[in-house]
Each structure stands twice: as structure tokens, then as C-alpha cells.
């Protein structure tokens, strides 16, 4: 689906960052991949690498303007052309009440969601343009509810929602298609420990969490990291060529939209 394509992703990780890495590269494409953990780089580099794919590692902080800089000009020196952005880069914001958030950290999750998102896209902007690429923006579902504690973060994603929307108007004359993935619970690591936490401190089993939890989905489950990426690679392709402005919600139903 994404043959000899140059598909860049930033905020990776063990996670979900290097599900989309290597679906990618199941998908034929070459990486060029950005964090701010070397170590993470180049672990998920080796694996894509064992596939018969080319992987570039930066080192990077994507709220810094130099950094974003850096990973551009790495990008285009290895491969002289990008076909896909995919901006993950994510930071928690403060969890709880609005009224008690601390306002520097909620403008530090506009850095991350928003901010350094648009950087990069600009950035990338000529180089998709010639290439006909795209960009996909990892958002959430927290963008589906109101619950209380995650306003900020819900304020930093419906700013990145707002963003790629905008954006799809703005570059799809030039050849340019923008669209967003909005994952919920995500069964990987960090999602496991929170589950065994959470199972402790009540007294029950980790899978009684799950279940109970999964309950509120149509399929009963959780997604996993590569279900994640598969709707990336999907809109990243050809296969969406006609698709814009959109935002696909990858929940297993626990909200329709």
C-alpha cells in the first residue's frame, strides 16, 4: 500500500509510534523516524530494517524549531522526497479540573498536540506537494466525550482536530490530503500497567478491568497498537486518495460518530 513510499513519524516510541513505523514498513514504505529517546530509535529502526526497509533515526524534540529543522533536512538528505507525515508527537496534559490546572502546563499541551504538529507540516509542506503525499494526525477520543479531569486534554486535541481540518483545506489544491486517526483505550504497555494498578488497588483481577472496561465497546475489546496503524496506512495510501479532512475514530465502537 505504500510502496517505495518515505513515510516520516514522529513520537516514537514502544508504542504506538512503532506500530505505525512498522506497519509502514509491512506496507512497503522507507521510515525516517524522530523522538526524543535514542534508544527507542533504534530499536524500532533495527526491526524495520530486518523487514528489507531503510530507516533514518533523529533524535528530536519537535516542539524545538531547530530540532524540527534538523529532522527535515535529514528526511530530505537521505531520500530526497517524503511522501507521508505522521504526527504523533504527544505529551499528557494535566489531568483533572480546568479550574485547578496549572495554565503552563496546559499551553505545554498545545506545544506538543498543536504547535508541533503545524511546524512540521509547513515544514514538509513542499516536499508533500511535490510528491502528492499526505499527513495523518494521531488524535483521541477524548475528542467524543466531556468527562471530568481531561479537559486539558481535550482542549489540546480539538485544537489538533481543528488544525488538520484547516490544513486539508489549505494544501488540498496543491495535491495535499490531511486527515486524522482518533484511537481510544489502546491495549499496549502503558495501558496494561494503568489496568494492573488499577486491579490492585480494588482488588480484582487485571483481565476483570479489562473486561469491564471493554464492555463498553460494540466488539468487546480493546484495540491493539497495529489496529491503530492500519487505519494510518490506510489513509496515508492510495487507497484514501479521496479521502480529506476527515477524522477516523478507532475504538471498537465505544463511541459512534
Not at 475528542?143 to 486535541?157: C, V
Not at 494503568?194 to 469491564?212: C, I, N, P, Q
Not at 480529506?244 to 465502537?253: A, E, I, R, S, Y
Amino acid at each position: 500500500m505504500l510502496r517505495d513510499k518515505v513515510v516520516v513519524v514522529s513520537g516514537v516510541g514502544p508504542g504506538l509510534g512503532r506500530s505505525i513505523a512498522m506497519r509502514a514498513a509491512h506496507a512497503e514504505a522507507d521510515v525516517v523516524l524522530a523522538a526524543r529517546t535514542k534508544s527507542n530509535l533504534d530499536a524500532v529502526a533495527d526491526d524495520v530494517t530486518a523487514l528489507g526497509r531503510r530507516a533514518v533515526t533523529v533524535p528530536a524534540d519537535v516542539t524545538a524549531e531547530s530540532d524540527a529543522d534538523t529532522l527535515t533536512d535529514a528526511a530530505m538528505s537521505e531520500f530526497g522526497r517524503v511522501d507521508v507525515l505522521v504526527n504523533n508527537a504527544f505529551a499528557i496534559p494535566p489531568l483533572g479540573d480546568l479550574a485547578d490546572a496549572d495554565l503552563d502546563a496546559v499551553r505545554a499541551g498545545f506545544e506538543t498536540s498543536s504547535i508541533a504538529a503545524l511546524r512540521l507540516t509547513r515544514l514538509f509542506t513542499p516536499a508533500l506537494a511535490e510528491a502528492g503525499g499526505s499527513v495523518v494526525m494521531v488524535n483521541s477520543m477524548v475528542l467524543r466525550h466531556s468527562q471530568r479531569g481531561y479537559g486539558a486534554y481535550k482542549m489540546a486535541k480539538a485544537s489538533l482536530l481543528a488544525l488538520a481540518q484547516s490544513l486539508s483545506t489549505e494544501l488540498g489544491p496543491r495535491g495535499v490530503r490531511v486527515n486524522s486517526v482518533a484511537p481510544g483505550y489502546i491495549w499496549a504497555d502503558t495501558l496494561k500497567w494503568y489496568f494492573g494498578h488499577l486491579a490492585k488497588k480494588r482488588g480484582v483481577s487485571t483481565e476483570d478491568v479489562y473486561t469491564e472496561t471493554a464492555a463498553n465497546t460494540d466488539l468487546r475489546r480493546l484495540p491493539e497498537p497495529d489496529e491503530i496503524a492500519d487505519a494510518v496506512v490506510f489513509l496515508a495510501s492510495d487507497m484514501a486518495r479521496a479521502i480529506t479532512g476527515q477524522c477516523l475514530d478507532v475504538n471498537c465502537g465505544e463511541y459512534h460518530h
